[in-house]
DNA sequence: TATGGCTGACCGACCGGTCGGTCATAATAA
DNA sequence: TTATTATGACCGACCGGTCGGTCAGCCATA
């Protein structure tokens, strides 16, 4: 199936130049001319490190899904109390969507959503249809064992984990998005504040909190 | 700028045609053709009705963005306590997802989200042209009142209502659209009751829960 | 001279939009 | 009433531009 990638450096510069294609054009209209041009390469050359468009989009996806993931892997692994580390779940996700923003360049955000709406469509993949939904869902099984010890703790509500988790994650994500399109018109602190102060607050047994 | 469509009912198949067309197929995808041949029109009598498929996107947009507002306003206007109304607000974009689901055809949702990927990229990269961030903006502002009469009265916390909007908002949205993608993994009235446990609880100043 | 990574001109399928023509109906004339 | 003409909604073959993918050859290296 892979293609023998000759020089991994290359291989890794063609897919940062999809990113940045496929964020400013989107997916579809994204040029392979354009990749091409941004990896400072021929063309043809890109044909001799992936088969096809799609074969570049579905890097470029488990590129996205490996950096996400290693980012909460390494959030939960610290050594926290459940809220503590729920609550710096909460600040990492949307710090690092501020950044992102900051720095110019078009957001990961943008083409993340892409990605799994290509995906899903079915468009891409013909038999691939369980892989998009499947790779989330890994993603949310990540955070069940912390939902638990703090029910356990007797700190969370008993919720039901999986569903309690997936509104968790869901939820931080339409955030993140909506925050992507208006985020000229709040204040990021306040943001984060308000956040814990609904979802964190939400999960707690009890709450003592300021008003 | 409008073309005068001669035919309203005719007018008006045509972005049901493309709805249906831009949900299989994707917007950028989504061939005028099909949309000719969904509508059981020749592809020629579309221009008569719109000038460009950019205007059948925007009439698209237009189409659904007033339908949602339709029943949010409608749900705001009834007297109920603000806990009851927020409750109900959840549960009716929760069912009104489910039941477009379930209805087998290809949902409202997906193309919903990708007319606003599509919006926020022209916007962002183009010309600047404000259309959609300020569209969404205007349906946060619907809640507001609502949710100021909630902290008035001391049932909410006195949140910035500004941004406790667009918290609940981007949130219900995510969940929409992860429900979305993994209607299978979950059970809808489970999924309902902890929505309300954790987003609505934490809006609440004091919680009479049951666990 | 041989190898093979690399290249971009080129191909052809595809698709948004156009335009000359058709035809049902209406208006007018006989 | 019937014949003739005018209207414009409707159509789909066609055009021109676009873009994913190919391939014949270039060139650096051994």
Redo the contacts between chains.
């Keep these: 199936m892979t293609p023998l990638p000759k020089d991994e450096a290359k291989h890794r510069r063609i897919i940062q130049a999809a990113i940045q294609v496929f964020a ?1 054009e ?1 997916v ?2 994204g040029k392979i001319a354009n990749i091409a041009k941004a990896a400072g390469i021929g063309k043809g050359t890109i044909y001799e490190y992936f088969r096809s468009k799609t074969e570049i989009f579905l890097a470029v996806f488990e590129y996205y899904f490996n950096k996400l993931l290693k980012g909460y892997e390494q959030l939960i692994r610290e050594d926290l109390d459940p809220t503590r580390k729920i609550e710096k779940i909460l600040d990492y996700t949307f710090d690092s969507l501020d950044e992102q923003l900051s720095n110019g360049s ?1 957001p990961d955000w ?1 083409i993340f ?2 990605i ?3 995906g ?2 079915n ?1 891409i993949l013909g038999d691939g249809e369980l892989l ?2 499947d790779t ?2 890994k993603m949310y099984t990540l955070f069940e064992p912390l939902l638990e010890e703090g029910i356990t703790a007797g700190v969370f ?4 984990t ?3 988790i ?17 985020r000229n ?3 990021k602190e ?2 984060k504040t ?2 814990k ?7 707690l ?1 009890t ?1 003592s ?1 300021k ?1």
């Design positions: 400013e989107g579809s209209n078009s943008l959503l892409e799994f709406l290509q899903y469509r468009e998009f939904s989330l869902r509500k008993s919720l039901e999986e569903h309690a997936f509104i968790l994650f869901a939820a931080l994500d339409g955030i993140g998005l909506h925050y992507f399109i208006n018109h709040y204040q306040l943001l308000t956040i102060e609904i979802i964190l607050h939400g999960l047994k709450d909190r008003v």
